[in-house]
């Protein structure tokens, strides 16, 4: 998609993180288009899961701005916060799913949060379409996480990730710990439910195929800020040592290749 020609979902302005002396984050700026998949990558401890938590307000910075649909979050009164939240889905690493909970009760929780008052006939419903619409098979929602392969979790958080019809969604390592072909089918459903759907993807990932294979663009966490966004070809364009070292790798070359051989 043509992101130029967008507007910004997210903007963060001059954020500032910190946990005691150590600051993770220092005049870090980045705008998320509305539409985009945009993939955030960087190197261990650059802070990937710290912005993430900032913008859904599980961290709060000690300085910056951040506005959601043109919404500011650092400060807003709870009740005005979750009407804000209730936009948005978010798969966490692993999908965090409540193991004593089913697949389908794990989808409705964010239902019963902000419908209380919604009948459980219609809850299951609604469940049991989210959960067809990721690809898990109809039988899947009386069963528990543990019943469960690593992948179909993984779908299973995605169909709680989109239980409110979401405009956003936030995805922390969505491939990580599954094999290349179901990260691969990941991918796919990723890729279809932006379509579908027409959501912004925010994502965080050191997969290189799912760079190459869906992201729009990538934004690149490094000495405390974005150093760089952009398509994968503008990236590699940088004179950026750890950018390069990423991207032009074992690893790198091998995903490109990947993407080219899929493009032919």
Sequence with gaps: MDVKSGEPLIQVRGLKNAFGEQVVHEQLDLDVMRGEILGVVGGSGTGKSVLMRSIIGLQTPVEGDITVFGEPMIGRPEDEAKNVRRRWGILFQGAALFSTLTVAENVQVPIREYFPGLSQQLMDEIAAYKIVMTGLPAEAGPKFPSELSGGMKKRA????????????????????????????????????????????????????????????????????????????????????????????GPRGRAAAQTMEGAED
């Design 157 to 248: 958080g995605i169909a709680r990730a989109l239980a409110l019809d979401p405009e956003l969604l936030f995805l922390d390592e969505p491939t990580a710990g599954l094999d290349p072909i179901g990260a691969a089918a990941f991918d796919q459903l990723i890729c279809e439910l932006r379509d579908s759907l027409g959501l912004t993807v925010f994502l965080i990932t050191h997969d290189l195929d799912t760079l190459y294979a869906i992201c729009d663009r990538v934004a690149v966490l490094a000495d405390r800020k974005v150093v760089a966004v952009g398509t994968i070809p503008e990236l590699l364009a940088l004179d950026h040592e750890w950018i390069q070292e990423y991207f032009r």
